[in-house]
């Protein structure tokens, strides 16, 4: 793959560079800002493994790997010229960069960067393949992700210092409050990390944000102004150790003189102050302050302040770095936190809108799930699919709505309507296998949303199988626990698809309100000999009837295959065995009218 195309770095080479923390780094960047990184170091070894949304990631290596985009990272990381590039690739709405971090003119931290951006949308083509990639930033957000990497990187490479051996104890103790001092301070920059992930309006995260600063950095209050027009100014954010008191309104406020500077303002104890900046500060009963002048993108000014509440300060030069660093960081995180919210609800709206008005242009599909009764075998129900962007590629509705929750709704409710379709013409036992995406966790309203499909469709709830992957619901067991529970309540059944792929044991099941369990034979691999199969096979059939719940065993292509997997005991069967996928007036034909008319049925079509 050619993401590992680096040599690996040995563990005694990587000791020079907290590799640990920066991968933790590069994690919390694609989980706040919708991008893809990695990173090697000066001889383009991997420091950290490539990170992104989990459901996308495998997608967007193979497209990176088609384009060749890896060769960008060795162009800077060689240059002694450009340590930031930013190129497109084939793909007109896929963006790569690369950020080269020097020290002593060697580039010791090298960053590649991936966004899929939702501001160029040309459907057609090479971005067919994006499509169903949910992972996007806008144009603004994927510039201002190289800008807070080269930052957060830059004071990386500032604070990794070799600690020489001190032999007077009181510098060690000295030393050591100050490495204490720098904890508290790290721990806050990724406690406002944590911030930017919460879907919340960017005024009250970046309160949060100066709450945070104000508890790490000891001060009284921390205020954020933005000048306007005619000495005016509004207060961006605001946080005081004095609950309930703030020192500005939202609105409206007249500059104080310490607000009109161009350069950092320092007060400690107010000695060698104009008469006015005192008169000012006496107002608001402030002894002590920084202030930070910070340009905002659109090019107003404003001040982000540190200040003393009656009482005089003497501040240190890494207090005051500090300081500045942080106001730089708070810029570049307001910018992409307003940004994000435009972004989301213009993203959104366009996605839902396009999806909705497209699912009157394509009909869903459905793959029979077949079972046995004595020695004849008939048709229980179907998995609804979605005809993907390539040729003979059929999508689960988790697979293909990915992070559209209206859109699978809206699946969900023409798959009872079908349901109740081929139940009311004498197939009342016919099931609907509707995969569930892992967004339900997302969403407090899925219940309520489900229990309204229910109702408006009038199917029989117990007809309706929703269906799970292995690996979101043992990664999420507590809440997936609540969820599966609230369907089962609504007499919903529920299923467990892929079952095998993680490391979950039989008694796992029982955790859950699980009816059917699926298992592809193909997840123990080419190289296992026939007979292991067929005896792990006859294992699971076994200890699911014990569990009193069903088996399904899905990708039966064959009718030696189907024998064979009734034979093991298996109860239903699922895959190509009966022609693949089918429209509805197809499969009502061949399931419902036929076998309603004919004795044999599906025997007659299989044999």
């Known amino acids: 793959m050619m993401v590992n195309r680096y040599s690996e770095t040995k563990e005694g080479e990587k000791r020079s560079m907290d590799y640990l923390w920066l991968q933790k780094i590069q994690d919390y960047f694609c989980e706040i800002l919708n991008v893809f990184l990695y990173c090697v170091d000066e001889k383009g070894r991997t420091i950290t493994t490539m990170s992104g949304r989990e459901e996308d990631l495998e997608k967007v290596k193979k497209i990176l790997q088609e384009v060749d985009a890896f060769s960008i990272l060795d162009r800077v990381r060689l240059s002694s010229l450009e340590e930031q590039l930013v190129e497109d690739t084939a793909y007109g709405n896929i963006k790569i960069g690369a950020v080269s971090i020097r020290k002593k003119k060697i580039p010791v931290v090298n960053w590649f960067v991936c966004g899929i951006t939702a501001d160029i949308q ?180 404003s001040f982000l302040c540190f200040a003393y509440w009656e009482k005089e300060h003497t501040w240190d030069v890494k207090e005051v770095r500090f300081f500045q660093d942080m106001g730089r960081l708070l810029l570049v995180l307001f910018s992409i936190l307003t940004e994000k919210e435009k972004f989301y609800y213009r993203f959104r709206q366009r996605e839902e809108r396009r999806d909705l008005e497209g699912i009157e242009k394509y009909s869903l599909s459905f793959q029979p799930v077949l079972g046995w009764k004595k020695e004849e075998i008939f048709c229980v129900g179907a ?138 034979p193909k997840v123990m691999g080419e190289k296992d000999a026939e007979s292991y199969k067929e005896t792990f096979l006859k294992a699971i059939a076994q200890v699911t009837k014990e569990l009193e719940v069903s088996l399904c065993i899905t990708g039966v292509e064959t009718k030696e295959q189907l024998e064979e997997m009734k034979n093991i005991g298996a109860d239903f069967v699922q895959g190509t065995v009966t022609g693949g996928f089918m429209d509805s007036i197809d499969f009502i034909n061949e399931y419902i009218r036929e076998e309603r008319e004919e004795d044999e049925g599906i025997n007659k079509r299989i044999r």
């Open 383 to 520: 998995e609804v699919y979605v005809k993907g962007d390539l040729q003979n590629e059929w999508l689960s509705a988790a697979q293909y709505v990915g992070g559209n929750y209206l859109l699978w709704k809206e699946i969900l409710t023409k798959a009872c309507m079908e349901c109740r379709k081929w139940n009311e013409s004498g197939k009342p036992y016919y099931k609907m296998y509707v995969s569930l995406p892992a967004l339900v966790l997302e969403k407090s309203s899925f219940s309520q949303d489900l229990k309204e499909v229910l109702r408006t469709t009038e199917v029989n709830p117990p007809n309706i199988v929703l269906e799970i992957e292995e690996r979101v619901v043992f990664g999420h067991r507590e809440k997936m626990r609540e969820v599966l529970g609230e369907v089962r309540n609504l007499k919903v059944r529920i299923g467990m698809m892929d079952f095998g792929k993680e490391i979950a044991p039989f008694s796992a099941i029982l955790q859950f309100p699980f009816k059917t369990v699926k298992l592809s």
């Open 122 to 301: 040309t459907f057609g083509g090479k971005n067919e393949a994006t499509r169903h990639i949910y992972s996007r930033v806008t144009w603004k957000q994927f510039e201002k992700t190289l800008d807070l990497l080269r930052f957060v990187s830059e004071k990386y490479i500032e604070e990794k210092k070799e600690k020489e051996p001190i032999e007077e104890p009181v510098k060690e103790r000295e030393e050591g409050w100050e490495d204490k001092d720098s904890l508290i301070r790290r721990e806050a920059v990724f406690s406002i990390w944590n911030l930017v992930k919460r879907q919340e309006p960017a005024e009250k995260l970046i309160e949060e944000m100066l709450s945070i600063l104000g508890k790490a950095s000891k001060v009284t209050d921390i205020f954020w102004m933005e000048l306007r027009q005619e000495g005016m100014g509004d207060c961006i954010a605001q946080w005081s150790q004095r609950e309930g008191e703030k020192l500005f309104l939202e609105k409206g406020n007249e500059m104080p003189a310490f607000l009109r500077q161009q350069l950092p303002l320092i007060v400690g104890t107010g000695e060698g102050l104009s008469q006015e900046l005192k008169s000012s500060l006496s107002h608001y009963n402030i002894k002590s302050m920084v202030v930070i002048p910070l340009k905002k993108e659109e090019g107003t000014d």
